[in-house]
């Protein structure tokens, strides 16, 4: 059984997979109105990063289809926050730097700044006001999963992604 991302999976096997493509791309324009407020999206997409490459494909089709202004940032250390533009990051290293460098200019995220994380966990809820985040649901991942394994019935499903709008955006 593959889990997680699709990585050359045959007809034949099973598997319980999320979207890191059509569906993030969903996701950004069920955001549309939330970043409306930025002049500019940059996603952050570190080379370190094991995140499938088609979302930096989707991110772009999404920006120019919006209108958006877009930039794509591979090197965390080139990672520095303007006022008026929001980030879209698959890594929680660089929501650590977003929040520092907040508190060293006095942004406000969510108001100054924006910010969207890949992948809901546990804290991003109570991290500053609430960080929002694009994220398959890992508990029906899990459940789907283990449901195959005691079950012994062949499944082939996609886990949809969603969009958890909080104050950061």
């Known amino acids: 059984m593959l889990i997680d991302w699709n990585v050359h999976a045959k ?6 997979f999320q979207d890191f493509g ?25 080379v370190f990063t094991h995140h ?11 920006c120019k289809e919006a209108g958006f202004n877009f930039d ?9 926050i303007k006022k008026n533009e929001a980030y879209i990051s698959v890594s929680d290293r660089v929501l650590g730097f977003f929040l520092e460098q907040c ?9 100054d700044v924006g910010f969207l994380s890949y992948n809901e966990t546990p804290m991003k809820q109570f991290i500053y006001k609430g960080i929002s985040v694009i994220s398959t649901d ?9 449901s195959f394994v005691s079950e012994e019935a062949r499944i082939q499903e996609y ?3 969603k969009l958890i709008l909080r104050d950061s955006l």
């Not at 007809?11 to 319980?16: A, D, P, Q, S």
């Not at 794509?72 to 520095?80: A, G, M, R, V």
């Not at 508190?103 to 108001?111: A, L």
Request: hydrophobic share 35%.
């Open 11 to 16: 007809k034949n096997n099973n598997f319980v």
């Open 22 to 46: 059509k569906s993030f791309y969903t996701t950004l324009k069920e955001a549309t109105p939330a970043f409306q407020k930025y002049k500019k999206i940059i996603l952050v997409y570190p």
């Open 52 to 62: 499938p490459i088609e979302t930096v494909k989707y991110f772009k089709s999404y």
């Open 72 to 80: 794509i940032i591979t090197n965390p250390k080139e990672f520095i």
């Open 103 to 111: 508190r060293s200019n006095n942004y406000e995220p969510g108001t």
């Open 138 to 146: 890992f508990k029906v991942l899990g459940a789907k999963a283990a």
């Open 159 to 161: 886990i949809p992604t």
